[in-house]
């Protein structure tokens, strides 16, 4: 059904939103700014820049201009915009999960950054597959975007050549990259490993093992971290060491631990490469009436939402997500204006948060 509706003196044709036909026979067919810019009553170029530039034109126009392209349902073309321009007002986001919990952190920061600009985000799931990766970044560099950001920074050589040719920003995230394709903020890993660890020490700990699933790059990198510390403890051993490709889970947490134990009976802690891992281990020594810490250290890494909210709490490395999502758009508009950071790489660094689970000295929160 089509509704007439008469704008600045001029009638004209508008549709529910979500309408597709007129009838049994009209196919829909996209609203063109000309059309917004008669029904406004402006000209082409003054409703051009009303959407686009509306600091150069009067409230009163963008009020008619706004008022019709609500009234015609008419959206900008993002690839003729890109042709006429150069780039689009798309920032491309490529994660390897949308369903796990730390990136949805990022993806949070990053649509808090862009909330109130031109900027519209653009995702792509890579599923931890590099050959994903690779044609999501042929389909983002198609459209000229703003903007890219890329989780982690082991991207194959394919994929790097993609984004060295971009010619838009480039911000890789959760790491920090000692030749970053263009910008890159996170922080080391390998000192978060480390820092869980020695926490464990600290706290007289002594057969530590480490559980980890999925084990990408990050959790390779964690994996270091703890054995650079346990060797300079002269405690390192092969046997206390966990791993699988298999994605993380709470569930899978509980059974790594199961099998773990018994390998290693005499094992007294465990550092998890995430608080997935960590918990589904803390309720499998509950299952089994091991005392969390006095008999049992169980160390987690990100300080999901959740971990300070279980008993006994879960101690953790906490990582800025939301803070590197935000920051990474924040780098990409700073760039586009001609405003680069003074170090390509920016450390945003973590935090220990010692809690209940590991509390064998003294009291932890």
Known sequence: MVAYVIVNGTTVAGRRSG????????VYRAVTLKEV????????????????????????????????????????????????????SIIGIIVPSVTNLVFTDVLRGVYDAIEGTDLQVQLGNS?????????????????????LIVAGKDQNPAARAILVQLGCPVVQVMDLADDPIDMSIGFDHTEGGRAATQHLLDQGY??????????????????DGYRQVLTNAGLDDARLVMTTPQPSSVLLGGQMLAEFLSRVPDADAVFCNNDDIAMGALFECQRRGISVPGQFGIMGFNDLEYADSIAPSLSTIRTPRYEMGRRAVEMIAAANAGQRPETATVD?????????????????R
Do not use: W
């Not at 009020?63 to 015609?72: D, E, G, I, K, P």
């Not at 931890?128 to 903007?147: C, D, M, N, W």
């Open 348 to 364: 945003l660094g973590f935090e220990l948060k010692a809690r209940q689970s590991t509390a064998r000295r003294g009291s932890r």
């Open 37 to 88: 810019a008669a029904a406004a009553g402006v000209s082409l170029i003054t409703a051009s820049r009303s959407l686009r530039t509306p600091e150069v034109v009067s409230v009163k126009t963008r009020q008619r201009v706004a008022a019709a392209v609500n009234l015609l349902g008419y959206t900008p073309n993002q690839a003729a915009r890109a042709l006429a321009s150069s780039k689009s």
């Open 127 to 147: 599923r931890y597959t590099p050959h994903k990766e690779e044609r999501l970044l042929r389909v983002f560099a198609a459209q000229r975007p703003a903007g």
């Open 19 to 26: 309408d597709c036909m007129t009838d049994s026979t009209s």
């Open 206 to 223: 002594r057969r530590i093992g480490f559980l980890g699933a999925r084990m990408d790059s990050r959790a390779q990198r964690r994996l």
